[in-house]
């Protein structure tokens, strides 16, 4: 099991959307409705966004959505802030009891 | 409300092991849930080490399977993590978490840093 790939940065100027992909195999991403998604500030722990594909934790604004096409999962941010820069991380179970992360996207808000 | 704190160690010779445990605070592991470790080195991204079923079942990256080991306390309300033979490459921000159901993460720790150095 290797982990997902992520786009090492992705940006956008406030207000703007902006879609940060997390591709896998047909034996991890493809195979189950269990991509998570987390964000994490600079000397922060990571935050959970997004859970089981597009479910959202109670407090997480819903400017953020999530999605999955195929072996590809993908978390989008509307409407961008200040506040959203940060680094994002996929995660997906990948059967067996094994779950792997994605390398990480870091978030710039322009 | 649930918080977790990692403790142990900072430093750790190689070749030695590493431990650290969590404290659980606003909820009893008795109650249930997932309970695990999740690392990342300095610059680089998180990778999943290990979960532990409040009832002892266990399950651990197969890349670390062979020297992890990951149990539970009830009676002090905390789980702990045992990593032997640990390199340089073990380097990193060691964070305790909670998954409500096996595949996230919902609560996490602060983080511990663990340095492996002679």
């Known amino acids: ?35 998570s ?35 590809t999962a993908s978390l989008t941010v509307s409407g961008l802030q200040a506040e959203d820069e940060a680094d994002y991380y996929c995660s997906s179970y990948a059967g067996s009891n094994i779950l792997v992360f994605g390398g990480g996207t870091q978030l710039t808000v322009l | ?9 900072g430093l750790v010779k190689p070749s030695e092991t590493l431990s650290l445990t969590c404290t659980l605070s606003g909820y009893s592991i008795n109650s249930g849930y997932y309970w695990g470790w999740i690392r ?17 079942s266990s399950y651990y990256n197969p890349t670390l399977k062979s020297r ?7 009676s002090k309300n ?17 964070y305790c978490v909670r ?5 996230y993460f919902d609560y996490w720790g602060q983080g511990t840093l663990v340095t492996v150095s002679s």
């Open chain 2, 68 to 74: 992890v080991t990951i149990s539970v306390d009830t």
């Open chain 2, 99 to 103: 998954s409500t159901s096996w595949y």
């Open chain 2, 78 to 94: 905390q789980f702990s993590l045992k990593l032997r033979s640990v390199t340089a490459a073990d380097t990193a921000m060691y």
């Open chain 1, 37 to 71: 998604w987390y964000q994490q500030h600079p000397g922060k722990a990571p935050k959970l966004m997004i859970y089981e594909v597009s479910k959202r934790p109670s407090g997480v604004p819903d400017r953020f959505s999530g999605s999955k096409s195929g072996n």
């Open chain 2, 40 to 56: 990342q080195p300095p610059g680089k991204g998180l990778e999943w080490i290990g979960t532990i079923h409040h009832s002892g």
């Open chain 2, 1 to 9: 409300q649930v918080q977790l704190q990692e403790s142990g160690p």
């Open chain 1, 1 to 35: 099991q290797s982990a997902l790939t992520q786009p090492p940065s992705a940006s956008g100027s406030p207000g703007q959307s902006v879609t940060i992909s997390c591709t896998g195999t047909s034996s991890d991403v493809g195979a189950y409705n269990y991509v």
